[in-house]
T-cell receptor, first 115, second 110 residues
Framework: KAGVTQTPRYLIKTRGQQVTLSCSPI?????VSWYQQTPGQGLQFLFE???????NKGNFPGRFSGRQFSNSRSEMNVSTLELGDSALYLC??????????????FGPGTRLTVT | GDSVTQMEGPVTLSEEAFLTINCTYT??????LFWYVQYPGEGLQLLLK?????DKGSNKGFEATYRKETTSFHLEKGSVQVSDSAVYFC?????????FGTGTRLTVIP
């Protein structure tokens, strides 16, 4: 079974631009979550989507947004990029629903550098 | 609120040494607990989990026991290998997401 895939793997943007990152979950998984990883703040939760609906959102400004499509693929968008947005963005998928252990499977991440 | 406190790193060990990485948590109730590992340039991989108190998770020689009395989930391995060099994250299940510790970098030298 294929794992979580993320594209692109690396991205360089300049301040003020916007960026869209893509995530394809494991087949059969309906929930996709996004995390930001930085050396200073560690792993921070951005948002979770389930069946095309955002179920929960972390403490990030409105410049960070996302969506999920009917095939469970998800995109996240960051507008008006700032230097502090440079990070590894990780996508994680799980089967969904609230039952069970909440086991999430992570993709390799997209390394975003803002100059 | 929910949180995870993880042993500060980095940790450097010789091959075949015993490993312990401490993890304690604060949460309401008894959430599922996880250890994830991140190898250089990669995303996080689930290493092991425990879903209820007194459960022991194990995988690839690593073990961790869910201790509700001490609110801990320490990671142990009896004999580390160079290939275990990575960053290890302790995590707990929140209402709708995982809460991660800060990560502990392990380097194993031959």
């Amino acid at each position: 079974k294929a794992g979580v895939t993320q594209t692109p793997r690396y991205l360089i943007k300049t301040r003020g631009q916007q960026v869209t990152l893509s995530c394809s979950p494991i087949s059969g998984h309906r929930s996709v979550s996004w995390y930001q990883q930085t050396p200073g703040q560690g792993l921070q939760f951005l948002f979770e989507y389930f069946s095309e609906t955002q179920r929960n959102k972390g403490n990030f400004p409105g410049r960070f947004s996302g969506r999920q499509f009917s095939n469970s693929r998800s995109e996240m968008n960051v507008s008006t990029l700032e230097l502090g947005d440079s990070a590894l963005y990780l996508c994680a998928s799980r089967k969904g629903g609230d039952a069970g252990s909440y086991e999430q499977y992570f993709g390799p991440g997209t390394r975003l550098t803002v100059t | 609120g929910d949180s995870v406190t993880q042993m500060e790193g980095p940790v450097t060990l010789s091959e075949e040494a015993f490993l312990t990485i401490n993890c304690t948590y604060t949460a309401t109730g008894y959430p599922s607990l996880f250890w994830y590992v991140q190898y250089p340039g990669e995303g996080l991989q689930l290493l092991l989990k425990a879903t209820k108190a007194d459960d022991k998770g194990s995988n690839k020689g690593f073990e961790a026991t869910y201790r509700k009395e001490t609110t801990s989930f320490h990671l142990e391995k009896g004999s580390v290998q160079v290939s275990d060099s990575a960053v290890y994250f302790c995590a707990l299940r929140g209402a709708n997401n995982l809460f991660f510790g800060t990560g502990t970098r392990l380097t194993v030298i031959p």
